[in-house]
């Protein structure tokens, strides 16, 4: 099947620093992405849509100029978390449909684990 | 707006039984649904995609169905191992290659 993997898989920042997560699609091409954040025994929350060559599309309650969202090409979506605060700690998850010929299933990547300090 | 709702929250069987997780959705106007594991502090791993046309896929032990019209989804697990103890979502999509929306998840445990 189709993988795609985040990097970096941990991380740890100091409260006011940026972080920027890597989320690739290693065998497919991607002109969608999809980033979601995990908080401990809860499901996954949409934050927004990430789209090559556009703007990104962010859900409704999600800052757009915190969480910043880069697609320059059709295999790499960025997430940068900007001047970040401990309440950004949380384990976040991108995900990308793969259906050349099928029913785009959608594919995750292992997370990254955010901890800010 | 669609929202999806999992039953029971947590469950806890003996080795052997088998396990039966629901799905409810609101909005039957899916394009595929979707049944993922997540072991905890992981990724999601996909275990079965149920297209809207569709009434049931199987992969080993695993079989799930799907009532699109009643918006319900149910995933069997049969023989169930110790293994197969996780954190079992549900997501069903809108529109191809669309954006997911999660139940709260069945937190699965599997007594030796």
């Known amino acids: 099947g189709a993988v795609v993997s985040q990097h970096p898989s941990w991380v740890i920042c100091k409260s006011g620093t940026s972080v920027k997560i890597e989320c690739r699609s290693l065998?497919?091409?991607?002109?969608?992405m999809f980033w979601y954040r995990q908080f401990p025994k809860q499901s996954l929350m949409l934050m927004a849509t990430?789209?090559?060559?556009?703007?990104?599309?962010?859900e409704q309650g999600v800052e757009k100029d915190k969480f910043l969202i880069n697609h320059a090409s059709l295999t790499l979506s960025t997430l940068t978390v900007t001047s970040a605060h401990p309440e950004d700690s949380s384990f976040y998850i991108c995900?990308?449909?793969?259906?050349?010929?099928?029913?785009?299933?959608?594919?995750f990547g292992p997370g990254t684990r955010l901890t800010v300090t | 707006k669609q929202e999806v709702t999992q039953i029971p929250a947590a469950l806890s069987v003996p080795e052997g039984e088998n396990l039966v997780l629901n799905c409810s959705f609101t909005d039957s106007a899916i394009y595929n649904l979707q049944w993922f594991r997540q072991d905890p502090g992981k990724g999601l791993t996909s275990l079965l995609l149920?297209?809207?046309?569709?009434r049931e896929q199987t992969s080993g032990r695993l079989n799930a169905s799907l009532d699109k019209s009643s918006g319900r989804s149910t995933l069997y697990i049969a023989a169930s191992q110790p293994g197969d103890s996780a954190t079992y979502l549900c997501a069903v999509s809108p529109a191809a290659g669309n954006k997911l929306t999660f139940g709260g998840g069945t937190r699965v445990l599997v007594k030796p």
């Open positions: 149920i297209q809207s046309s569709q």
């Open positions: 065998d497919f091409q991607a002109t969608t």
């Open positions: 995900s990308a449909p793969s259906g050349a010929s099928g029913p785009y299933e959608q594919y």
């Open positions: 990430s789209n090559e060559g556009s703007k990104a599309t962010y």
